[in-house]
């Protein structure tokens, strides 16, 4: 599914996400649903924070982190290729919300065309002696 698609349906479906978006994981918004400024700013603010949370280098890296303000929550999930956000209001269903952005990311991921394999030329017969 395009990444735009995705992320309609996610906030059609999933009333407490106010805003979302998809970006890769350096931080480059590829769909959202604000404002392009403001998609820019929250995907690299998104992708610093999992930088952030992780462990100091010991190879574990967060998946999915929430961030808790009174006025609403921020949610950053780290698919394979992908990074989602979402922005919500206060004391949202945090499982449904991650739920919800991760299976956003697969259906984006899923509806990628496959990569073909590259194909090989085909060797060279070598020459015969004469």
Not at 1 to 10: F, H, I, Q, S, V
């Amino acid at each position: 599914m395009d990444p735009a698609e995705a992320l309609a349906d996610l906030t059609e479906i999933s009333t407490q996400i106010e805003s979302a978006l998809v970006a890769t994981p350096t931080g480059e918004p590829i769909a959202s649903t604000l404002p392009d400024d403001a998609s820019r700013a929250l995907a690299e603010h998104a992708v610093r924070l999992l930088d952030g949370a992780s462990d100091g280098g010991a190879g574990e890296e967060p998946t999915h982190l929430r961030v808790a303000t009174r006025e609403g929550c921020l949610f950053v999930v780290r698919g394979e290729t992908l990074v989602a956000t979402a922005v919500t209001g206060a004391q949202p269903t945090t499982g449904l919300v991650f739920y919800d952005l991760k299976t956003c990311l697969r259906t984006i991921v899923e509806a990628e065309p496959a990569k073909e394999p590259k194909r090989r030329a085909p060797a060279k017969k070598a020459a015969a002696d004469a």
